[in-house]
């Protein structure tokens, strides 16, 4: 999907469902891919086929199906492949950065450390970065206008894993109250297509999610359903 102010695409990539994401400038050309992994070559494709460079690349958390690196004795292609293959940075919460050496073998200077309420620039359009913990400690959600790109924080009808290492049912009742303070026009975009439809508004999920529900009554309540 592409219109005149944002330019827009959720790519379905690998065997765990993943979805990558271009989102660009339609006048300066650039583009920024989210969570680029699995398929780099496809990924890259796709924006030059579309006439975009790929200026930055920006990742929701560290886990491997998102940014790459070896996962259950099979390598997954993420963001160093990337960095191989266009200039550009890779932007990820500072609480996660340090994963990127180990992981995916990134030097400091490949890595921009993003704090909540950060704002990068894609040529003209701005990208608002969202810190939502819980799934892991520097998970992360991306603001483009009305659109929302949520990693495994939130689903369409579920939300992320609090039950492995890292992950904390408290921070995640506090990010899908933060999350549920948008505008119900705005459109959420999970990291997983894991539902009939590949995206929803945020006001059918907060009907729809019984997540979101449980996160409105209350933090015990919601501890108490998660445990």
Known sequence: ?????????QIEVGPMQNFAYLVGDPDKREAAVIDAAWDIPRIVGIAEGDGFKIT???VTHYHQDHLGGDLFGTHIAGVAELTEQVEAKVYIHKTESEFLSGLVGLSGSDVVEAEAGDVTQVGSLDVKFIHTPGHTPGSQCFLVGNRLIAGDTLFINSCGRVDLPGSSPEDMYSSLQTLAKLPDETVLYPGHNYASEPHDSLGAQKQRNMYLHLSA?????FLDAMS
């Open 217 to 221: 009554k209350g933090r015990q309540e």
């Open 56 to 58: 930055k690349a920006l």
């Open 1 to 9: 999907m592409a219109d005149k102010l944002c330019y827009f695409k």
